[in-house]
């Protein structure tokens, strides 16, 4: 059997990608109006979507995550995830071509005060963190076992 789809393998790639939309999805439903801002900062949508997006994306978040713990459409969930991977990367991507940096407001809002240099090499390792659960993502989306997990 391939490691790849061994029931226990996918059963631990999904658990540890549910975490992290559970740890991303909780800041972010505490703090709507700092989540807006971060939304905001980005500088990619109309002022009208902002709002509507801060309050729903982490409730996206969390549905997805329970959705890969408790199997119900987990491989659906994880497509979704696929999905918000692939856009939270080009909206990093191109806040970091364009020079603005940005706090990506993946895990609530930054206390910390940082200088230029030091949020676009945040926003490298964020990037690069996305493309990982990108690929967990696709991995739990796309792999199949011949037994129930």
């Given at each position: 059997m391939n490691w790849l789809v061994h029931p226990l393998v996918l059963r631990l790639s999904r658990w540890l990608l549910a975490a992290v939309m559970l740890f991303a999805a909780v800041p972010k439903l505490l703090d709507p109006p700092g989540f807006a801002q971060a939304v905001f900062a980005y500088g990619l949508l109309p002022m009208a979507l902002v709002a509507p997006l801060a309050l729903v994306l982490p409730w996206l978040e969390l549905l997805t995550a329970l959705g890969l713990v408790f199997g119900v459409a987990r491989r659906s969930a994880a497509a979704l995830i696929l999905v918000l991977m692939v856009v939270?990367?080009?909206?990093?991507?191109?806040?970091?071509?364009?020079?603005?940096?940005v706090?990506?407001?993946c895990f609530g809002t930054a206390k910390v005060q940082k200088t230029k240099d030091q949020r676009l090499f945040d926003m490298k390792m964020a990037l690069l963190r996305d493309l990982g659960l990108a690929l967990l993502a696709l991995h739990g989306a796309l792999a199949q076992t011949s037994k129930p997990e």
């Open positions: 939270f990367t080009a909206g990093l991507g191109f806040n970091l071509a364009k020079g603005n940096p706090d990506c407001g």
